[in-house]
């Protein structure tokens, strides 16, 4: 009776030391994440659900994400930050994302005007005539030849990117075609990004956005059409 008692005070022990640590644990991972929210927001000026929820659940998840992304859009690399922001505010308008106003915030402190964060939203507008220009050719090519839909979508392009230097907007054109999974759009914008002197670095930095923005799967793709592209075009790669 008696070693029956000492067993199950050990088991309560046991049990309870267990509940401690548990509630230790938990009470540190929930001190880890609010600690990593409040210096999130200090650094970003913002807090989104899901960091909140990643804070709460997996502290060491959300510190793995932020490191990315903070050396992925906050870090300077190789594009300036009017560059990257333009790149950006392109790509937000393209994907129609009304939560990423930030970026229009650091557009303006990065000393963009108005008409050039406007101009970098022109930019994705313009992107969005290539469909029509595209379909044109392709279904009307009698009337519509390849090269005169071309010449027309180029004159469009050219007047909507208004005061962004010439490589920027096609660096920023071409992710946008990447973001939309628009692999003919993609091309052409590599190539004339090229020509106008835009760097492998810089395309590989502003392309990187899409990982971010919209995943993997898209991501694969756009890298898979630089890739490509380069071997048909004769342009630099992506590696």
Known sequence: MQIENIHST??????????WRQTVA???????????LEAM???????LPYHRMLGA????????????YTRLTLDERILSAVEKETVWIALIATTREKLAFFHFERAASAGMSNSAISDALAIAAACESF????????????????????????RVFDAARGRTLPATAEI?????????????????????AFEKGATRAQMAEALS???LHRGGPTMVEAVACWEKAAQELKIPGPY
């Open 41 to 47: 927001f200090a650094k970003r000026g913002y807090l």
């Open 209 to 211: 956005y899409v990982l």
């Open 57 to 68: 659940s997996d502290p060491k998840l959300l510190a793995t994400y932020d490191a990315l």
């Open 10 to 19: 050990k088991l309560a022990l046991t049990q309870s030391i267990k509940v």
């Open 131 to 154: 469909n029509a220009f595209f379909f044109g050719y392709s279904a009307f090519e009698k009337w519509v030849p390849e090269k005169m839909a071309m010449k027309r979508y180029s």
């Open 172 to 192: 920023a054109a071409a992710v946008c075609h990447a973001g939309l999974r628009n692999a003919n759009g993609m091309r052409i914008h590599l190539q004339r």
């Open 26 to 36: 938990k009470e540190k991972s929930k001190d880890e994440g609010e600690k990593l």
